[in-house]
């Protein structure tokens, strides 16, 4: 079949057919550009909300370090009451250090913390605390006993000590933590991970020179050793055996600290008998400890004198 026209259109459509309208998609259309604003809104608002929510819980990476912080904190409690050479000694030892590497130093005095009857060798622990109050920014707080002196100026800490790499070399790993004969061993931990850098001598662990890194675990750590409880106890040792208690019975402390070689950060002085050889202070160790210097007729200050710096 061939048709000669197209098919006409009837000259009379429906009276009730439906007119195209051309707002309904007008409006479709209104609307969903409402729709992608609010939804963009809604997600720009996720983002700076979790930006906002992650640098106020403080990781330590992203966290803003104001230019000019000390890395390193070195913290001495020294007795205002003491021979006032013997404190001036010190305090220049740990100055002139200091000074050399940009890091900075604490000396605070044990009378302003609330020891009460406890021995006033725990004012270490709230020292500690108190240097990251003041200083809140560092990275490590080096806690030295007044009875050391720093003997080898020219090593920093970083590369001494507390650079990861540098940890994962030192540390002394499944070893009793208390020796001799603890049966909590210690763990091979990350450099990065650790948060406490302590050793250990023919006593003990060694609680008058140590390393602690500032974060939540550091202050969580000083507050369980400061604890009342502890104070009270009367340890024969006093803050020394509630941290031995408290790195062999709570997990969370050992899970963050390394043992380091002793002359890492404590070598004996030469006076001291019943040493082994192997821990007596070499020409170049950083520190040296002179536990037991005022025996013998000596003063502390005579003996420590020819090493100070
Ligand atoms: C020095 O040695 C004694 C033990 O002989 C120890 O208790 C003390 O923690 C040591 N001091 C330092 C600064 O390491």
Redesign the pocket.
């Known amino acids: 079949m061939h048709f000669a026209f197209p098919p006409r259109k009837t000259s009379n459509p429906p009276p009730y057919a439906v007119r195209p309208s051309r707002s309904t998609p007008m409006l479709r259309r209104n609307q969903l550009r409402l729709l992608a604003i609010i939804a963009l809104g809604l997600l720009s608002f996720i983002f700076i909300a979790s930006r906002l929510f992650r640098s106020s819980s403080g990781s330590a990476q992203s966290e803003y370090i104001p230019p000019g912080t000390p890395p390193v904190v070195i913290v001495t409690v020294l007795d205002p009451k003491g021979n006032p050479s013997f404190n001036e000694m010190v305090k220049q030892n740990r100055e002139h250090y200091a000074e050399k590497h940009g890091y900075t130093t604490f000396f605070p005095n044990p009378a302003d913390y609330p020891l009460k009857t406890a021995p006033v060798s725990w004012a270490k622990v709230p020292a500690m605390r108190h240097a990251m109050t003041l200083f809140p920014h560092s990275t490590w707080y080096f806690f030295?006993?007044v009875?050391?002196l720093i003997a080898n100026p020219s090593i920093s800490i970083e590369e001494h000590i507390t650079a990861p790499a540098r940890i994962e070399e030192l540390e002394i790993v499944d070893v009793p933590v208390v020796p001799p004969d603890s049966v909590i061993k210690t763990y091979a931990l990350k450099g990065d991970k650790v948060d406490l850098i302590i050793?250990q001598?023919?006593?003990?662990?060694?609680?008058?020179?140590f390393l602690i890194r500032r974060g939540e675990w550091a202050k969580y750590f000083l507050d369980a050793w400061f604890d009342p409880l502890y104070r009270a106890y009367n340890f024969q040792k006093a803050e020394?055996h509630a941290l031995e208690h408290i790195v062999q019975w709570h997990g969370t402390m050992l899970a963050k600290l390394v043992l380091v070689p002793q002359r890492i950060?404590?070598s004996?002085h030469s006076d001291?008998a019943g040493?082994s050889e192997a821990n007596i202070y070499q020409e170049g160790d950083f520190?040296i400890?002179?536990?037991?210097c005022d025996q013998g007729g000596k003063t502390c200050e005579t003996v420590m004198r020819q090493y100070a710096t």
Request: charge should be negative; proline fraction near 0%.
């Open positions: 030295l006993d009875h050391a050793c001598d023919h006593e003990g662990i060694g609680r008058e020179s020394l950060i404590n004996f001291r040493v520190i400890n002179f536990t037991g």
